[in-house]
C-alpha cells in the first residue's frame, strides 16, 4: 500500500526556515510528480510547489524565491526547503504523489505553525 509520510514541521518565528521531508513507499517513485500543498485554518487546501517526474519545478506565486523544493529518487523523498517564512505560511502541509490520469496520493500532513 502506498505511503506518504511528511515530517519536519513545528514552530519557527517568522523569517526563520524549516526543511519538510516526505518519504514514499509502495511506490515507482521516478514516475510520479510529486508535491507539495498546504491548507490553513478555514481555507482551502493550495498548491505550494510541484516538481515532475524529469525535474521541472513550478510554484505558488506567494513562496516563490522562498521556498524550494527537492526530490531523490534513490531515496524516495521529496523536500520543501522553506525561509523567510511569515505567518500567512502557517499551514498543514501535505505530501502529494501523482501519476497522470487517475492517480493520486496523500500523507496525513505536518503541522508548520510560523509565529513569534
Known amino acids: 500500500q502506498v505511503q506518504l509520510v511528511e515530517s519536519g514541521g513545528g514552530l519557527v518565528q517568522p523569517g526563520g526556515s524549516l526543511r519538510l521531508s516526505c518519504a514514499a513507499s509502495?511506490?515507482?517513485?521516478?514516475?510520479?510528480?510529486m508535491g507539495w500543498y498546504r491548507q490553513a485554518p478555514g481555507k482551502q487546501r493550495e498548491l505550494v510547489a510541484t516538481i515532475s517526474s524529469g525535474g521541472s519545478t513550478n510554484y505558488a506565486d506567494s513562496v516563490k524565491g522562498r521556498f524550494t523544493i527537492s526530490r531523490d529518487n534513490a531515496k524516495k523523498m521529496v523536500y520543501l526547503q522553506m525561509n523567510s517564512l511569515k505567518s500567512e505560511d502557517t499551514a498543514m502541509y501535505y505530501c502529494n504523489a501523482r501519476r497522470a490520469p487517475t492517480v493520486d496520493f496523500w500523507g496525513k500532513g505536518t503541522l508548520v505553525t510560523v509565529s513569534s
Open positions: 509502495d511506490i515507482r517513485f521516478s514516475a510520479y510528480a
